[in-house]
């Protein structure tokens, strides 16, 4: 499996904005298809971006288009979401995770960061 480590959460105000990184090591980062969750407590974990393996392709979900953006870098080994206009809703653990680009699910997870937005 692929290890992952985020970073690059914290406080923030409305409206701000923050920048999400997940470096991974363990395998060849190119392999893998990346994706970025959230889980709000008391709430079922959501899916929010999805960047295919060569970067060329990607998902968002409703709740977040237009104000997230998923990229990746593979020669640092890195996927970032750049997360603007932040209301208090998005406040959340943010996971990222790895799919190897062949299969369905997502198997390799990070530990999450923490996403705080105040009003």
């Known amino acids: 499996q692929v290890q992952l480590v985020e970073s690059g959460g914290g406080l923030v105000q409305t409206g701000g904005s923050l920048r999400l990184s997940c470096t991974a090591s363990g395998r060849t980062f190119s392999n893998y298809d990346m994706g970025w969750f959230r889980q709000a407590p008391g709430k079922e974990r959501e899916i929010l971006a999805v960047?295919?393996?060569?970067?060329?392709?990607?998902y968002y979900a409703d709740s977040v288009k237009g104000r997230f953006t998923i990229s990746r870098d593979n020669a640092k080994n890195t996927v970032y979401l750049q997360m603007n206009s932040l209301k208090p809703e998005d406040t959340a653990v943010y996971y990222c995770?790895?799919?190897?680009?062949?299969?369905?699910?997502?198997?390799?997870w990070g530990q999450g960061t923490q996403v705080t937005v105040s009003s």
């Open positions: 960047i295919y393996w060569s970067g060329a392709t990607t």
């Open positions: 995770a790895a799919r190897v680009k062949s299969l369905r699910n997502f198997g390799s």
